[in-house]
């Protein structure tokens, strides 16, 4: 992949959701419309998918998506403390990574209503990810096959690489920074995000490499 315009990162953005469907599609998966028990307040995404979300919205609806992720600003959430590539570098240098901490139990994600998705089709990929093998609303939590978290891995670490120099961070924080900082009166967004960076080295475990070889080979083709 070489060095890309914002519109060119767009454009990426799209083709690696299409692959990413397009090789997850195999997965056994329990997901369907209505449960939503994955859609929490500790959803993160990167500044390149919060401009796609918004860039996909007519302008009152992005005003009513802004004011209801505003609305919800003030409660808890995870606030990450590494991007993807970070952790990847964290993990090759043999060092402890930092504990995540993002409670289910402090609530829905603020763009869930009614159990379904507010902005589906623009969904970042944190959410298309997260494909279950058994009911989370069963269960009380997601099953998620191992080969299925090595492949979310590498799509997250090439849409981090993709937006390097760009955000990672919280839902709320980074929507409402792409939206209109100054408007919500928010001021402190960016103490919350982190500095998207390059990849280093790649998540993928030796029982994984021969099977996502070609993957690496599609995405790199972009
Ligand atoms: S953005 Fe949509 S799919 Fe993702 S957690 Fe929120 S409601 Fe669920």
């Given at each position: 992949m070489?060095?890309?315009?914002?519109?060119?990162?767009?454009i990426i953005?799209?083709q690696l959701?299409?692959l990413?469907?397009?090789?997850?599609?195999?997965?056994?998966?329990?997901?369907?419309?209505?449960?939503?028990?994955?859609?929490?307040?500790?959803?993160?995404?990167?500044?390149?998918?919060?401009?796609?979300?918004?860039?996909?919205?007519?302008?009152?609806?992005?005003?009513?998506?802004?004011?209801?992720?505003?609305?919800?600003?003030?409660?808890?959430?995870?606030?990450?403390?590494?991007?993807?590539?970070?952790?990847?570098?964290?993990?090759?240098?043999?060092?402890?990574?930092?504990?995540?901490?993002?409670?289910?139990?402090?609530?829905?994600?603020?763009?869930?209503?009614?159990?379904?998705?507010?902005?589906?089709?623009?969904?970042?990929?944190?959410?298309?990810?997260?494909?279950?093998?058994?009911?989370?609303?069963?269960?009380?939590?997601?099953?998620?096959?191992?080969?299925?978290?090595?492949?979310?891995?590498?799509?997250?670490?090439y849409?981090?690489?993709v937006?390097?120099?760009?955000?990672?961070?919280?839902?709320?924080?980074?929507?409402?920074?792409?939206?209109?900082?100054?408007?919500?009166?928010?001021?402190?967004?960016?103490?919350?995000?982190?500095?998207?960076?390059?990849?280093?080295?790649?998540?993928?475990?030796?029982?994984?490499?021969?099977?996502?070889?070609?993957?690496?080979?599609a995405i790199q083709k972009i």
């Open positions: 070489k060095n890309q315009g914002f519109k060119d990162k767009q953005l799209k959701f299409m990413f469907d397009r090789f997850s599609e195999e997965m056994e998966r329990a997901c369907e419309e209505g449960c939503a028990a994955c859609c929490t307040r500790n959803v993160t995404l990167t500044s390149l998918e919060a401009k796609h979300i918004l860039d996909g919205l007519n302008s009152d609806e992005k005003d009513f998506v802004s004011n209801r992720v505003a609305n919800e600003h003030h409660k808890n959430r995870l606030i990450p403390k590494t991007t993807i590539n970070e952790l990847a570098k964290i993990c090759m240098n043999g060092e402890e990574p930092p504990e995540e901490f993002g409670d289910p139990l402090w609530g829905e994600c603020p763009l869930l209503s009614n159990q379904r998705c507010m902005i589906y089709d623009l969904r970042p990929l944190a959410c298309r990810v997260m494909i279950s093998k058994k009911r989370c609303n069963v269960t009380g939590f997601a099953e998620i096959d191992e080969y299925m978290v090595t492949l979310s891995n590498l799509f997250m670490q849409l981090e690489h937006d390097n120099g760009g955000y990672f961070g919280n839902l709320s924080d980074i929507l409402l920074l792409e939206a209109d900082n100054k408007k919500y009166g928010l001021a402190n967004l960016s103490e919350n995000l982190l500095v998207n960076k390059p990849i280093e080295m790649l998540m993928v475990p030796p029982e994984h490499r021969e099977k996502i070889a070609k993957i690496i080979n």
